[in-house]
């Protein structure tokens, strides 16, 4: 079983930061991409920002200019710097993963559990 672990998510004021990190344990032989995605209510979940295993970052039009995924390979990690927040970024954040089993090499995808930001004055 794999799991991630979310943090860093709360409430901050309109062009606030917030950093998200993501910590993926359990039975894992490599991590591929990684993945911060984002719901907002009465919306459908939609991707922000992507961390490959070859090194490559794609984002989000809503996200270019203002967050920073980056990865930490020997923690498992990945994070989510959030620069310049707007109200419209209010949403559950949610890291997903894709990582190769130990036993067998298989390709599996998870989520974590989400972690709510919310940006209010």
């Known amino acids: 079983q794999v799991q991630l672990v979310e943090s860093g998510g709360g409430l901050v004021q309109p062009g606030g930061s917030l950093r998200l990190s993501c910590a993926a344990s359990?039975?894992?032989?490599?991590?591929?991409?990684m993945r911060w995605y984002r719901q907002a209510p009465g919306k459908q979940r939609e991707l922000v920002a992507t961390?490959?295993?070859?090194?490559?970052?794609y984002y989000a039009d809503s996200a270019k200019g203002r967050f920073t995924i980056s990865r930490d390979n020997a923690k498992n990690t990945v994070y989510l710097q959030m620069n310049s927040l707007k109200p419209e970024d209010t949403a559950i954040y949610y890291c997903?993963?894709?990582?190769?089993?130990?036993?067998?090499?298989?390709?599996?995808?998870?989520w974590g559990q989400g972690t709510q930001v919310t940006v209010s004055s």
């Open positions: 997903n993963v894709d990582y190769m089993t130990p036993l067998n090499l298989r390709l599996r995808n998870v």
């Open positions: 359990g039975s894992i032989f490599s991590i591929n991409a």
């Open positions: 961390f490959t295993s070859g090194g490559t970052t």
